[in-house]
């Protein structure tokens, strides 16, 4: 029978030194790793954000008075409201082109996949304000696009300045947030569960209300959240594609500060921008959390979707 020599020390330690790490260990490592991403996060985020509560609260006398103000105030309303609205319109655009593109690009074969994904990040490789230079040619009474509309009898129009053409410019800006989101999520969606339905009798529009929709609605969630969220701070494109009747509420925030020279009042209105994307983000969080409860009640429980 072969007898085998106990380990040596050398390989004790290596054996020792290749074991996973102890509860304790990894906590502190992770706290390392961490600390850099909190460190940005408290000095470019939370510091500014407490500075502005600050602000508004004592700039110019202590107290509530610059968000009564907003309450009180018929154009801060007003472009509140503009705001909230023009950043669902342009949510809603960007949903109805972005979901079938994205469903495009799932069944497309692999060469015209790279096409479709390169033409969703081409805007990327632009300035922002080149491209929004070139919306404000192009939306011009004698533009490109109310030539076209004029060659097909619809035109022209009078788009630059106007709700509409400042709709048309955010949604051409927001459209990747949604495509590849979307896009995202339809790649993970096994598609013999729509074939599935499809055996069982299902018509093909029912099966996809059914089945392909619910599972892609994450990826909805996430697109339309994050083209929410930037549209309501969103100031490059309003300003420059838009006029005065079109200001939004960054706009407004920045003739609070450069105009009337009113801090404590830019900063209220900051504060209930950031509040009113709270409080967006969590509702979309807790719409997700409660479909997807339903979702998984009805999948344990053998009902259908």
Known sequence: MAVTSPPSATARTTIRTTSPPSGRTAWRLGIL???????????FFVVPALRLLWLSVTDPEPGFGN???????????????????????VTVVCLLFAYPYAYLMTIAAPRWRAVLT????????TSLMARTFAWVVL???????????????LGPLHLLGTTAGVTLAMAQV?????????????????????????????????????????????????GATLVMVLSLGFYVT????????????????????????????????????????????????????????????????????
């Open 118 to 125: 390169g033409v969703v990040l081409l805007p990327f490789w």
């Open 67 to 89: 968000y009564a103000a907003i309450v009180t105030d018929d154009v801060a309303i007003t472009v509140v409201l503009r705001t909230l609205g023009m950043a669902a319109i």
């Open 139 to 153: 939306l011009q009474d004698n533009g490109v696009v109310n030539d076209l509309l004029r060659a097909i009898g």
């Open 174 to 222: 927001m459209l990747p947030f949604v495509v590849l989101p979307v896009y995202t999520t339809m790649r993970g969606i096994d598609r013999r569960l729509v074939d599935a339905a499809l055996s069982l009798g299902a018509r093909p529009a029912i099966a996809f209300l059914r089945v392909y929709l619910p599972l892609s609605l994450p990826g909805v969630a996430a």
């Open 238 to 305: 309003p300003s420059l594609v838009g006029s005065p009747q079109q200001s939004m509420l960054a706009q407004f925030i920045s003739v609070q500060v450069n105009q009337l020279v009113d801090f404590g009042g830019a900063g209220a209105l900051a504060v209930a921008l950031l509040v009113l994307t709270l409080l967006l983000v969590g509702g979309v969080q807790f719409a997700t959390r409660t479909r997807g409860a339903r979702v998984t009640g009805a999948m344990t429980g053998g009902a259908p979707l």
């Open 33 to 43: 790793l961490a600390a850099p991403a909190v460190v940005v996060l408290v000095v």
